[in-house]
């Protein structure tokens, strides 16, 4: 019969394999910082080779409530804005952070009888420019995601569904070559949207 009795041995594989998987979430976190502020960077310097290499490196479409969603609509830069909502980037959650810090910004209100209109005016005129910005960021968003789902996102599921069939097609190819002795060929498959 086994012995159930823990031994010192088992404890101390099982707290080497405890703080090998923390210090492994610790270079994970560190790598995702990484590609999320070369992600933001590509933005920034409108290159798409950079951008591509922070997708492959595991960036994260929504870091930051959505700044590279916001960056990429200040810049309006439209193929950024299409990769990232093509990888699962979610503009009514840039959106929602964009408006709460809005709703932060110091202003005051007034009722205009004459013109009957309400005007603000805010404590600088920082505070009333980055106001002014995230509007025009907010109906960027808006407009670019009502196309999208027009017109892009039906592209995007046809240009998927003929991958997803080569990929079978290929998986088959695979299949009879490793009944019939023949090496297997075995491809790098990209993400969803990117370049072939």
């Known amino acids: 019969m086994a012995n159930d009795k823990p031994t010192l041995s088992t404890i101390f594989s099982d707290v080497m394999s405890i703080g090998e998987a923390e210090a ?6 560190a790598q995702l910082r990484q590609a999320n502020t070369l992600l ?57 952070a964009l408006e709460a810090e809005q709703k932060a910004i110091p202003r005051k209100e007034r009722y205009d009888d004459y013109y009957e209109r309400r005007t603000y005016t805010y404590k600088s005129k920082e505070a009333e420019r980055r106001y002014k910005q995230i509007n025009a960021i907010v109906k960027n968003l808006n407009e670019y995601e009502k196309f999208y789902l027009e017109k892009v996102a039906p592209i995007e599921a046809v240009r998927l569904q003929q991958q997803v069939l080569d990929n079978v097609a290929q998986l088959n190819r695979n299949v009879d070559e490793a009944l019939h002795g023949k090496a297997v060929y075995k491809p790098k498959l990209k993400a969803p949207g990117d370049k072939p």
Request: hydrophobic share 45%; aromatic share 4%; charged share 25%.
């Open 40 to 96: 933001l960077g590509a933005i920034a310097a409108n290159d798409d080779t950079m951008f591509d290499k922070a997708i492959r490196d595991g960036a994260n479409v929504n870091a930051d409530n959505g700044k590279p969603l916001e960056h990429a609509a200040t810049v309006n830069n439209t193929l950024f804005l299409r990769k990232l909502l093509t990888r699962g980037a979610d503009v009514s959650y840039a959106v929602a």
């Open 24 to 29: 492994q979430a610790r270079v994970d976190a």
